[in-house]
């Protein structure tokens, strides 16, 4: 935590909503909410916030449920395939309609990861030999999009109970890192016209690159759901700028080098996850150039609309009686992500935006009105708060 708020800070962001899973045990009690929070105490540059955990083992038990919202978590997560961490295993329909109901007395959003398993036939009958694991294009074949098409159709399924009058009513579905801008985005946007409380994500990563460009072996890219091809990567970007899309995340997910496989270039059996924190700033920024977003695009994507949906009404705009959260910044200085520049990820090398040259240079960050970064120095204490919804 200590290294993820301190690139978010060189990086401009100043609040961090942390995922309940890729830590020992994952949140999903009010007795694991304590444990990060005061792991959390004295070592934070930003604001954190928390997300608990929809698991199974939860999701029919109202009473532990109602603890750990009342405990603080901001919301809810859960994932529709195997999370690939033993102690958060995947939910079905029926355990998120639980969730949701639990969500609507306290008015928080339910997150999901969007993809439902199912049988690959002709998808596979290529994938022997020892070369293949090593391509892209192998891995892309086990995640298609038919996976998140598939997941999302079952997710509308319970949100008309989000409606006026619905047992759900005041709770929220949000889709996280959507990937597919073909099907599933046509799905959402129906779903909104029909009047259901539903917003979407999409990351950089799936902005930035495309299937096409990613090199044999270089488990850097992999993820879940995938980095889909060019055709599907303009299709988000339209979608973003027409508001379809409502917002951005990173889906940090950093590991140790061990687990990218670096040396076999294993795409099928490589841990997936993108580490992003400190770049997406100037990512976002500079593949955006190109389909002319402005700086207050940018500070919706990233800023309103998240706080938003994490019930922070004192964030996300800079405005008389909100917190002090600003980022300066150059957009128009390059930087280039090589070995010269300061990289405060944990393990900089397994960054997929290593070597890129990218347009702006955050200058400074505060936090609540406290300076936390300036031309390449952090404040000399953590001087961030955990955020705990009341």
Known sequence: MNYSSLCSSTGG????????????????????????????????????????????????????????????????????????????????????????????????????????????????????????????????????????????????????????????????????????????????????????????????????????????????????????????KEKLWKALMDGDIDMLSSDHSPTVPELKLFNDGDFLRAWGGISSLQFVLPVT????????????QLASWWSEKPAKLAGQDLKGAIAVGYHADIVVWEPEVEIELDDNHPIYIKHPKISAYMGSKLSGKVLATFVQGNLVFKEGKHAPAACGATILAT
């Not at 192998?138 to 079952?154: G, N």
């Not at 920024?285 to 207050?296: A, E, H, Q």
């Open 285 to 296: 920024w500079s593949y955006g150039l190109k389909y002319g977003i402005s700086l207050n």
């Open 13 to 232: 962001i100043t609040m961090l909503i942390d995922m309940p899973l890729n830590s020992f045990p994952s949140t999903v009690s009010e007795e694991t909410l304590k444990l990060k929070t005061n792991a959390a105490k004295g070592r934070i540059f930003v604001d954190v916030g928390f997300w608990g955990g929809l698991v199974p083992e939860n999701a029919f038990n109202a009473t532990s449920l109602e603890r750990l919202l009342k405990a603080g978590v901001l919301g809810l997560k859960s994932f529709m395939c195997p999370s690939g961490i033993n102690d958060f295993p995947m939910t079905n329909s029926s355990h998120i309609k639980e969730g949701l109901h639990a969500l609507a007395k306290f008015k928080r959003p339910l997150l999901v990861h969007a993809e439902v398993q199912q049988e690959l036939g002709g998808e596979l009958e290529t994938m022997n030999g020892a070369d293949n694991a090593r391509s892209y294009s192998t891995y892309l074949k086990t995640r298609p999009s038919s996976w998140e098409q598939a997941a999302v159709r079952e997710l509308l399924t319970v949100t008309k109970d989000t409606r006026n009058g619905g047992p759900a009513e005041g709770a929220h579905l949000h889709i996280v890192h959507l990937a597919d801008a073909r099907s599933s985005l046509e799905l959402i946007k129906e779903a909104k016209v029909s009047g259901d409380s539903v917003t979407v994500e999409t990351c950089p990563h799936y902005l930035a690159f495309s299937a096409e460009e990613i090199p044999d072996g270089d488990t850097r890219f992999k993820c879940a759901p995938p980095i889909r091809d060019a055709e599907n």
